[in-house]
T-cell receptor, first 113, second 116 residues
Framework: AQSVTQPDIHITVSEGASLELRCNYS??????LFWYVQSPGQGLQLLLK??????LVQGIKGFEAEFKRSQSSFNLRKPSVHWSDAAEYFC???????????FGTGTKLQVIP | DARVTQTPRHKVTEMGQEVTMRCQPI?????VFWYRQTMMQGLELLAY????????DSGMPKDRFSAEMPDATLATLKIQPSEPRDSAVYFC??????????????FGDGTRLSIL
């Protein structure tokens, strides 16, 4: 069975600082990996996805993520955080041929001035 | 931009009442998902459909929940009878699924349900 672990429930960073959100997955074959962001009162919005190819993927809003098979990780990064990035971030993993994905429990990001 | 539309956005009702939540997937998407989000359990997959046929509803309490797709433009999630523990935000998502690819899901803004 596939699973996703987001070890950090809550992270606080200063505006302008760099950000890295951790995601570890468990899946027996090549995973399909996603990062979503959820602002209060809204649904989840796709930030980026990894299906195959280049292990460093670029997403919207200046985010990127790197797939590391050896570490079963897909960490999300941003070089300089803006106050508008405060939200909850979800990592998800899926299997080829299906759209059913498993979501992590989320990391809530707080940005302080 | 094409969006997944969910109605109602908010629903407050008394225990025992029937609740119906509706979802209009993005035109052309053939896969529809229903999720429930709570503080305690996070995001849970309740059911999903491909080409209007249910593929997996193992996450859904069968005795009171039912999900259908009367046509390609409408998905419904019903709770009857509703209970306070059903209070949550219910999300619908849609996507374009093919045999060998995983296109990302697009989420609606959710229905916030409160059962008194």
């Amino acid at each position: 069975a596939q699973s996703v672990t987001q070890p950090d429930i809550h992270i606080t960073v200063s505006e302008g600082a760099s950000l890295e959100l951790r995601c570890n997955y468990s899946y027996g074959a090549t995973p399909y990996l996603f990062w979503y962001v959820q602002s209060p009162g809204q649904g989840l919005q796709l930030l980026l996805k990894y299906f195959s190819g280049d292990t460093l993927v670029q997403g919207i809003k200046g985010f990127e993520a790197e797939f590391k098979r050896s570490q079963s990780s897909f960490n999300l990064r941003k070089p300089s955080v803006h106050w508008s990035d405060a939200a909850e971030y979800f990592c998800a993993v899926g299997a080829m041929g299906y759209q059913k994905v498993t979501f992590g429990t989320g990391t809530k990001l707080q940005v302080i001035p | 931009d094409a969006r997944v539309t969910q109605t109602p956005r908010h629903k407050v009702t008394e225990m025992g009442q029937e609740v119906t939540m509706r979802c209009q997937p993005i035109l052309g998407h053939n896969t529809v998902f229903w999720y429930r989000q709570t503080m305690m359990q996070g995001l849970e997959l309740l059911a999903y459909f491909r080409n209007r046929a249910p593929l997996d509803d193992s996450g859904m309490p069968k005795d009171r929940f039912s999900a259908e797709m009367p046509d390609a433009t409408l998905a419904t999630l019903k709770i009857q009878p509703s209970e306070p523990r059903d209070s949550a935000v219910y999300f619908c998502a849609s996507g374009l699924g093919t045999g060998n690819s995983n296109q990302p899901q697009h989420f609606g803004d959710g229905t916030r349900l409160s059962i008194l």
